[in-house]
């Protein structure tokens, strides 16, 4: 006689899937572990930096690596292979690594929003003194990081943001300026086709107290920009004006990092100039979610009130601070981002060689490609990408420290077959991933 349904129930609520084989339980459950496999090659975490080891550091990100590591199990969570290494879209496409998952494996797990969490506070500490800051907080990304930054600025309108047409904050953002600060946005299109200059920003810049007037009450500079640097003069050229002037500076720095790495200042002599800075770890870091501000005490304050207004109080905060920690210190401390600089040359170098040219400076990490008389769309791009085992999304490269040099020689073989329709040994007749998937879809590319 079969058993009751009412005991059917009770033996399926008591099953345990501890009670399974060894061998069964990995298979079902297919859960990573980092030490299954002492064969593995996993990049260990070296030892910290203590803080005081940074007091007297200038934070110059640009030393060279003792060498270029091979990007071997790039995603700890249990591939063999990293497919960032061959992923040109953009540099938040790196996978984070074994360092950190350990990292996240043996962080801390109090509570953020009382503000008792040890690894979440020794992060925003060690970035407060990097930067010369008085005091930083941790947020969930870069817009979050911009967002905050100006709605803790922006108190009272009429209020105006000045900034570049082609910065995050209008053209990435969602138009959060409008809906958090209820600020008019003032774009200026810069005339050397790079940055913004003072004498740009002083003939936009309204500075009254008429009442058709809707003042500028911050500056937002980005460095960098599309790939292109601001050089550290201008920025100290514009802060010091906007100081004469009452008007506030925040620096968008997600990837100031590379401004860094390529010699046009330290992070602390960036820094200093502006009131705030939002920092990425997520980009070319490689850390696997995450950003941070940086300023005062009394605007960090602030801005923490203003975060958790938005939903980005984090509880349990130890795991997206211990892995960035780690990005900044193997990842900007230790060299890496020079390497991407050099690679991008040569990317730079290949296009013109077959008479194109860079959109953009190639100063860290973008290949900007254009041509003259030749239109190349979007969409051909991505599909003769895809043919050379390449994920792209039209003509900018973005070069991460987990490219490798096969990648390199890869786009190279695409640039030859999109001039000269020469096919490189690298092409395959397969897609590898579905093309329509790869579309630029929108505006955005980020």
């Known amino acids: 006689m079969p058993p009751s ?43 910290r930096f203590n ?106 309108p009429p209020h105006a943001v000045l900034c570049d047409r082609r910065g995050h904050i209008i053209n990435y953002e969602a138009g959060g300026v409008a809906t958090l600060s209820q600020a008019m946005v003032q774009p200026l299109d810069p005339k050397n086709g790079a940055y913004l200059t003072l004498e740009e920003i002083q003939e936009h810049a309204v500075i009254s107290d008429d009442v058709h007037a809707c003042p500028t009450r911050v500056i937002e500079l980005e460095n960098t920009l599309n790939g292109a640097l601001m050089p550290l003069s201008e920025v100290q050229r514009i802060s010091r004006w906007a100081r004469e002037n009452g008007i506030i500076v925040h620096l968008d720095g997600a990837r100031l990092w590379e401004a860094v790495a ?12 502006v009131d705030s800075v939002s920092l990425c770890f997520s980009k070319g870091l490689g850390a696997p979610i995450g950003s941070i501000i940086v300023g005062s005490s009394e605007f960090i304050k602030r801005s923490r009130w203003i975060r958790k207004s938005i939903g980005g109080g984090l509880r349990q905060a130890g795991v997206v601070a211990a892995p960035a920690r780690v990005a900044v210190e193997e990842t900007f401390l230790g060299g890496k981002l020079a390497q991407t600089h050099i690679k991008a040359k040569k990317l730079e170098k290949a296009w013109a060689d077959l008479g194109g040219r860079a959109k953009y400076p190639v100063d860290t990490n973008m290949v900007w490609l254009e041509a003259d008389g030749v239109t190349i769309s979007d969409p051909r791009w991505t599909e003769l990408g895809q043919k050379y085992g390449l994920r792209m999304m039209g003509g900018r490269l973005v070069v991460h420290y987990q490219i490798t040099d096969e990648a390199i020689e890869r786009a190279i073989q695409v640039f030859k077959e999109i001039v000269t329709g020469e096919q490189g040994s690298f092409r395959s007749k397969d897609a590898e991933f579905n093309n329509e998937d790869m579309a630029l879809k929108g505006k955005g590319v980020e």
């Not at 079902?28 to 260990?44: G, K, Y």
């Not at 390529?262 to 100039?273: D, I, R, V």
């Open 51 to 156: 803080m005081s080891d940074f007091a007297a550091y200038t934070a110059n990100g640009a030393k060279t690596a003792t060498q270029q590591e091979p990007i071997i199990n790039g995603n700890a969570w249990d591939t063999q292979t990293n497919p960032a290494a061959f992923d040109f879209r953009s540099d938040v496409t790196t996978k984070p690594t074994a360092s950190m998952l350990a990292a996240i494996q043996q962080c801390t797990l109090l509570d953020d929003v009382f503000m008792e969490d040890p690894t979440t506070q020794s992060l925003e500490k060690f970035i407060a003194d990097l930067t010369g800051h008085e005091s930083a907080l941790l947020v969930l990304s870069g817009t979050m990081g911009n967002q905050v930054a100006l709605r803790a600025h922006l108190t009272t």
């Open 5 to 47: 349904h009412f005991t059917s129930c009770i033996r399926i609520a008591t099953y345990h899937p501890l009670r399974l084989p060894a061998t069964r339980l990995r298979s079902s459950l297919s859960v990573p572990n980092p030490s299954a496999n002492s064969s593995r090659r996993l990049h260990i975490t070296p030892k």
């Open 262 to 273: 390529a010699g046009a200042g330290t992070l602390k002599e960036f820094c200093q100039e």
